[in-house]
């Protein structure tokens, strides 16, 4: 690591335990257990892997029809075994109210769909990018939001490694820089970067690994509060409106932020302690002019977290592990609508979407 990322992260690290750390500050939330309505088409969840909302306020998902085990798809099994259900499409599109408003996705002609769901995003110009964190899924699909493929990038097939620039190790996230046409891709779980490619050609712009550095894939695996590299996954990317990078570098249990440029900035480390799965999982901004919140997933500890971006500070925290309403188990991702609505998903055998509405400090 080159001298002067370790003066920058010695000054800008800031450890923050979440034990106790609760405070009467920030928008504070409560669930909304009829949301979304009842699928149609006797349809059924399996694990709900990413979360996105459109210019729309249309709330997104990518889900995985092939983690249902077969009690739970007993309509779908031949001979039949049960009423319910069928697995629902991966990509489901649901309107403010909770209703389904279309869906797609699954294998088709000119392109490889990821052996297991992970990412998705609507950009501004209206198109949805998927990605998935199989063992072999070193390609991004974008396609149209009714569906219609456009292009992939990258290809399927054993991973080529953080420098290689024609293919992924298994995406967890994207993020679009519209002034310029860049996307940038939290790459991932199989590789220890952020790249940035021209939106439409996939042209490389650059990449970058932790602190700025070049990364390379010589990381131990497990927790390393010091790592000089991204530990996997590498698992949201997110620019704020002021132009910071937010990259959640999961299993080493914190948030790093950086210039477009991939200049490093500062870091926040949530609870050193935790272990296996980290306590970073997602990122996502409050929707005032100033993006004064970061609403964070924690997946391991299953609580999600309300941050004051100029510093890191946890000001509140919702959610606990367990099965009710309002509950998570392996809180995945997050977005936030235009009212300050929080949406969430879950995987493992969590399986759901839930929708958290402000109680107070609702965006004016």
């Known amino acids: ?44 969840f399996g694990q709900v892997s990413s979360v996105t909302i459109d ?17 739970e798809k007993g309509a779908f099994t031949s001979p039949r075994t049960s009423k319910c259900c069928v697995p629902a499409p991966p990509v489901i599109e649901f309107d403010q ?16 769909w990821p052996k297991q769901e992970h990412g998705i995003l609507v950009d501004d110009k209206d198109t949805v990018w998927l990605a998935g964190n ?19 990038f990258g290809h399927s097939g054993p991973n080529k490694g953080s420098l290689d ?7 967890a996230d994207f993020a679009v820089d519209p002034a310029v046409n860049e ?7 199989g590789n220890h970067r952020i790249i940035v490619l021209d939106r439409d050609t996939g042209a490389l712009k650059r990449l970058w690994g932790a602190y700025g550095n070049p990364p390379t894939d010589n990381t131990p695996a497990g927790y390393r509060p010091d790592d000089p590299q991204f530990a996997n996954p590498v698992h949201c990317v997110k620019i704020a409106n002021d132009g910071l990078v937010y990259v959640c ?48 997933v924690d997946g391991t500890n299953n609580q999600m977290h309300v941050l004051r971006r100029a510093d890191g500070e946890v000001l509140s925290t919702f959610g606990h592990q367990g099965r009710m309403a309002g509950e998570f188990h392996w809180v995945h991702t997050v977005a936030v609508d235009k009212a300050g609505n929080v949406y969430t998903t879950e995987v493992d055998t969590g399986k759901r979407l839930q929708k958290w509405v402000p109680v107070n400090g609702a965006p004016q």
Not at 5 to 10: D, R, T
Not at 183 to 189: E, L, N
């Open 1 to 44: 690591m080159r001298l002067k990322s370790i003066a920058l992260a010695i000054i800008a690290t800031l450890t923050l335990g979440l034990a106790g750390a609760a405070r009467a500050e920030g928008p504070a939330f409560k669930v909304d257990p009829f949301w979304p309505k009842p699928l149609p088409n006797n349809w059924i």
């Open 55 to 71: 210019a729309k306020g249309h709330i997104w998902v990518i889900q995985r029809p092939n983690s249902l085990t077969l009690d």
């Open 97 to 112: 109210e909770g209703n389904v408003v279309q869906a797609w996705g699954g294998p088709g002609e000119g392109y490889e």
């Open 134 to 152: 199989g063992a072999t899924d070193g390609m991004v699909l974008r396609f149209t939001r009714d569906g219609k493929f456009i292009k992939q």
């Open 165 to 171: 620039p024609t293919q992924f190790g298994q995406v």
């Open 183 to 189: 996307i940038y891709f939290a790459d991932g779980y």
């Open 249 to 296: 570098d999961r299993v080493n249990n914190r948030i790093q932020v950086f210039h477009k440029d991939g200049a490093f900035v500062k870091q926040f480390v949530y609870d050193p302690e935790t272990r296996k799965s980290g306590s970073t999982w997602d990122v996502n901004f409050w929707p005032d002019a100033n993006q004064t919140y970061l609403i964070m």
